[in-house]
């Protein structure tokens, strides 16, 4: 009699995301190398070719710890990351700290986003919106768990961990019975003698070469941008298997989303009718009682901006909350969406009159002027999700960011409060005071109304301290050069 052999069947278990780790020691020691850089390059002035320099290097080395496998799998992620390092050198361009401070924002998060497509678990195009939001939540938080694991794993390699399992409580034992008298009596002798306190002080700027607290920041920004960024190369190189893509709930039946879709626009194509004659035209318009022309020309863009970002996240959201189970409802649901997006547009050129009326009567801001950008940026989304929902479904994720990136970029170029001023200085009442509280990109354009204006002059001669010589390789900016040149040939 043969026995027969059962074969057996063993369910492959779930990859970690500890196990996908590949470790290296030469994670550690550049993402050491890059928290260093981040404090010493980022330390000083606060924008300026430092952050170009270092946003290089953070994505060039991402780039080879992934290597060619990685890279060729990233996909669009790659044109996310090279967003990043474009966004984080246009601080150069400028020196409004507001775009600045927004540009180098934009750039963590778009940072962040592009890390994501080394982790292998979804392509850009299959990102939904709240994914997209918290993409960069997440990429923080595996990065932390990635650069503890992967030191860890580094320092089990070295015996670092025997060494302070054996010697590390007599150590610790030894320092807390030593350490605080001799800080103690070093204290009391410092203060009681100028000449070993200066000698004490002189020991310590040779020791660190700057002051204590200052090196303890610096220590712990370092180790903590240090660990993030080990991480993030971690992450970049780990294994692609044992990754799934998570599928959508849809929680809403097609004849839902199409009422919602249809009141929408219905309500939309109201106010157009109603409201957007008068925003153009508000002197041929018959205004209700109490109400003036003055607040019918500023009154609600704002409103209306926030209204236009509320419709461009439903419709960034709702494809893939909705139930099509035919190509007729999915037809209807395209449809119906590019009405919506049609029916936005009154609303938008609304907004814009009204701005562009409130700007005429009071001047540029720099709030006037995002709100310019971002109806811009809205009205192009918009568009641009509509245009995907009939074709090239899968690129709309990559067209909104190339969107905003281009957008940012501009701003940038734009050299915004320096435009601020020329706009302001065409006027014949100008706000002096306000152009003098925006950066030194603005004093260019003044500069040049120096002569005109009484007391201007006056004004711009104490602006020289804040253009004073000082910038290095890098720190150089192209605002503060301008501005430098431009006072130069008033105050010789």
């Known amino acids: 009699m043969t026995a027969t052999m059962t074969p057996s069947f063993v369910l492959p278990s779930a990859v970690t995301f500890s196990e996908r780790l590949r470790p290296h020691r030469s994670q550690v020691l550049v993402g050491l190398a890059l928290g260093l850089s981040a404090e010493r390059l980022l330390d000083g002035t606060p924008f300026g070719l430092g952050h170009a320099l270092f946003a290089v290097l953070a994505a060039g080395l991402v780039a080879h710890h992934a290597g060619r496998e990685a890279w060729t799998q990233a996909g669009a992620h790659r044109w996310v990351l090279g967003a990043s390092v474009l966004l984080l050198g ?7 700290t507001w775009l600045a401070v927004m540009s180098t924002v934009a750039s963590v998060l778009l940072f ?7 982790t292998g678990e979804r392509p850009l195009s299959g990102l939904r919106t709240g994914q997209l939001l918290g993409a960069p939540f997440k990429t923080v938080g595996q990065a932390v768990h990635a650069g503890a694991v992967v030191t860890s794993r580094e320092l089990e390699a070295a015996n670092v961990n025997q060494v302070v399992s054996a010697y590390g409580p007599g150590a610790l034992r030894l320092v807390a019975i030593v350490v605080p008298p001799v800080l103690l009596l070093t204290v009391l002798l410092s203060s009681g003698d100028a000449v070993f306190r200066a000698r004490l002080e002189a020991l310590e700027r040779a020791l660190f070469g700057v002051p204590l607290e200052g090196f303890v920041r610096g220590g712990f920004v370092t180790l903590v941008s240090g660990l993030v960024l080990t991480g993030v190369l971690a992450m970049a190189s780990r294994r692609r298997d044992g990754v799934s893509p998570s599928a959508p709930r849809r929680a809403l039946k097609g004849f839902e989303s199409f009422v ?3 009141t929408l626009t219905t309500l939309l194509l109201a106010f157009g009718v109603s409201a957007t ?15 003036t022309y003055a607040d019918a020309a500023h009154e609600g863009f704002f409103q209306l901006l926030f209204a236009a970002v509320a419709i461009l996240g439903l419709l960034m959201g709702l494809p893939a909350r909705t139930q099509l189970s035919s190509k007729r409802a999915e037809l209807t649901f395209t449809a119906l969406s590019t009405a919506l997006v049609l029916a936005t547009m009154p609303m938008v050129v609304s907004g814009v009159a009204r701005l562009w009326r409130y700007e005429t009567t009071y001047g540029l801001t720099v709030l006037r ?20 929902l009939w074709t090239m479904q899968g690129s709309f994720v990559g067209g909104a960011l190339a969107l905003f990136t281009v957008t940012m970029l501009g701003l940038a170029v734009l050299a915004p409060d ?27 354009p003044m500069v040049e109304a120096g002569a ?36 130069a040939t008033l105050f010789p």
Request: aromatic share 6%; glycine share 8%; proline share 4%.
């Open 277 to 291: 004659p008068c925003a153009l035209a508000p002197a041929a318009c018959e205004l209700p009682e109490g109400v």
């Open 418 to 444: 320096a435009f601020i001023a020329r706009r302001n200085l065409a006027r014949e009442e100008v706000d002096y005071a306000y152009l003098l509280s925006l950066s030194v990109d603005a004093l260019p």
């Open 90 to 96: 246009s601080t150069m361009l400028h020196t409004s």
């Open 452 to 487: 005109k204006a009484e007391g201007l002059e006056w004004a711009l001669r104490g602006e020289l301290q804040r253009v004073a010589p000082g910038d290095s390789l890098l720190t150089w900016n192209l605002g503060r050069s301008r501005a430098r040149a431009a006072l």
């Open 112 to 118: 962040a986003l592009a890390v994501q497509g080394w």
């Open 260 to 262: 919602l879709l249809g």
């Open 369 to 388: 002027l995002l709100a310019y950008a971002g109806l811009g940026l809205v009205s192009a989304v918009l568009v641009w999700r509509a245009l995907t």
